[in-house]
């Protein structure tokens, strides 16, 4: 109890750390929604349209940076001389990774307000506050599988490997998982694949939302199956690398 009432201490500090990197946290931000203003924008030609290409690129700007964030941080933690001093320190090891997790989704929650704002600005997405607070809500909590994810890879990388990595994960991922086009407009074979991505489910689920429906339930226990896997899978990986480290 104690550790766990540390966390929103250990978590605001790693949001500052990412606020000293100011070059990092605006090419972060400004990269999904001018990806939708390119290639959504010209699209979205009537509300329809507008809400389905704007959950689209919200939950592409979520998986970028959750996904992107806890790689590269895990990698440089791990090769770092600071994680040697934290783990001196009376917190357990958990909270470091909670702290981090908790700074990529506050990141990832102002690239999505990125986005929305490009929607609104440029297209007519016509949603009323509840609707719009209900989908900040859900493209949130789905994005927890690929900050699992995050976790995985960093622990099986280093930093120079680390970038290469999530970019061969989180580009295909975007693309197969029907996130940057329709996935009736991919190919046959991968319209196959894609039935079985995170990505999918997570856009499945996003559209949904978007359209005023209640999400299939197939989507929904695929992003939690995917959750327990990857969560499981980066638990194992940071106790052997603890292991390894500190004996």
């Not at 990269?31 to 390119?38: A, C, E």
């Amino acid at each position: 109890m104690t550790a766990l009432l540390k966390l929103p201490r250990f978590a605001g500090y790693a949001i500052l750390e990412l606020l000293r990197q100011p070059t990092y946290v605006l090419t972060t931000l400004i990269f999904p929604s001018m990806f939708f203003w390119f290639f959504g924008v010209p699209n979205a030609q009537d509300p329809d349209s507008a809400r389905m290409l704007m959950g689209s690129f919200a939950a592409f700007a979520v998986l970028g940076v959750v996904l992107f964030q806890l790689t590269v941080a895990v990698a440089q933690d791990r090769a770092g001389h600071w994680s040697l001093y934290l783990r001196s320190l009376p917190v357990p090891s958990w909270v470091f990774l909670a702290a981090q997790i908790v700074a990529s989704f506050v990141l990832a929650l102002m690239a999505v307000g990125l986005v929305v704002v490009t929607a609104l600005l440029a297209t007519e997405p016509q949603m009323s506050l509840r609707q719009f607070l209900e989908f900040f809500a859900w493209v949130m909590l789905c994005g927890f599988p690929f900050a699992s994810l995050g976790l995985v890879l960093g622990s099986l990388t280093d930093p120079k490997s680390a970038v290469p990595v999530g970019n061969l994960v989180y580009l295909p991922l975007s693309f197969a998982g029907g996130l940057w086009i329709p996935p009736n407009a991919l190919s046959a074979g991968v319209q196959t694949i894609s039935e079985y991505l995170p990505t999918r489910f997570y856009g499945e689920v996003i559209w949904a939302l978007v359209r005023g429906e209640t999400p299939n339930e197939r989507w929904i226990y695929g992003l939690l199956a995917y959750s327990v896997v990857f969560f499981a899978a980066a638990i194992y990986l940071h106790r052997r690398d603890l292991g390894a480290r500190f004996g």
